[in-house]
């Protein structure tokens, strides 16, 4: 004879444990993390191998980064005592951009070319899909214009920018306008040689890596300035290298170079009450 069902009473305290739910910020900040880090770290990590080859191609990237770099700390210097004798300040500004740009440019193009053998477009140069990356450069932008809003009131800031040192009474026009996009040609030769040639270029053989490699020497590149930012190019070279890994483009890196630059410049130039 079947057995009458019963009912089997469950305390509180018997009950199967509920799993946690993450907070919505929680959940933000590893949707960010597994974003910006993890994805990116092995997508690069699974390209990287180690060959005979791959050790070959870091080889010469890494010395062709030397070589372009010992180039333009000697002939590209602001002084006047480069490549160019320039007796201007203009003329000086100007050959220290130009030789800036050939240094950062030229060797990595031929090196990549005709010695590596990769097409230029896998050094961050990809131009499809690039527009849809912008809001996240807005973003950095956002982030970073409240601190150099208050770092422009030192007088440490205010002495250093802008680079070209209007004379009492000189528009801004011609000479600072002229200036200003040679700047920005040197801001995309550069994200080209730390975000493009040395990132891209020594993925197939560090992979993720890549990126730390390149913070080294961009760090070096701001010592003279003031320490919080030669800092901030630690934080900077990182973020802008995991973007150029993640969208395989340098092309927002640089425009969002050009735009702090700029930035800097006007705010300087505000307090020296030398706009409006």
């Known amino acids: 004879m ?3 069902a019963t009912a089997t009473l469950i305390r509180p305290d018997e009950r199967a444990p509920v799993a946690p739910t993450a907070s919505k910020p929680a959940r933000a900040r590893h949707t960010f993390w597994r974003t910006y ?3 990116v770290r092995d997508a690069a990590d699974a390209r990287a191998t180690v060959t005979a080859h791959t050790n070959r191609d870091a080889a010469i990237v890494l010395f062709t980064a030397a070589v372009c770099l010992t180039l333009n700390e000697y002939l590209g210097r602001r002084d006047g005592t480069g490549l160019i004798d320039a007796h201007t300040q203009f003329g000086q500004l100007s050959a220290w951009a130009l030789v800036s740009v050939a240094g950062y440019v030229i060797p990595p193009v031929l090196v990549t070319r005709f010695v590596l053998h990769r097409p230029l477009r896998e050094l961050g140069l990809r131009a499809r899909g690039v527009l849809s990356h912008w809001p996240k450069y807005a973003l950095l932008y956002s982030i970073a214009l409240p601190a150099i809003v208050v770092a422009s009131f030192g007088a440490g800031f205010q002495h250093k920018y802008p680079f070209y040192d209007l004379a009492p009474h000189e528009s801004i026009w011609p000479y600072l306008v ?11 030769a550069l994200e080209f ?4 040639f040395l990132v891209h270029g020594l993925l197939p053989r560090l992979g993720w890596i890549s990126i730390f490699v390149a913070v080294v020497p961009y760090n070096m590149l701001h010592y003279g300035k003031p320490m919080p930012e030669a800092f901030v190019a630690i934080v900077g070279g990182i973020v802008l290298g995991t973007l150029s890994l993640k969208t395989r483009s340098i092309w927002w890196g640089a425009s969002l170079h050009i735009a702090i ?7 300087a130039l505000w307090h020296a009450g030398r706009l409006f």
Request: overall charge negative; cysteine-free; glycine content about 8%.
């Open 37 to 39: 880090v993890s994805d």
């Open 261 to 267: 630059a700029l930035t800097m410049d006007t705010l």
């Open 193 to 196: 040689f730390f975000r493009g």
């Open 178 to 188: 002229a200036w200003w996009f040679l700047y920005g040609m040197q801001f995309v």
């Open 2 to 4: 079947d057995q009458p």
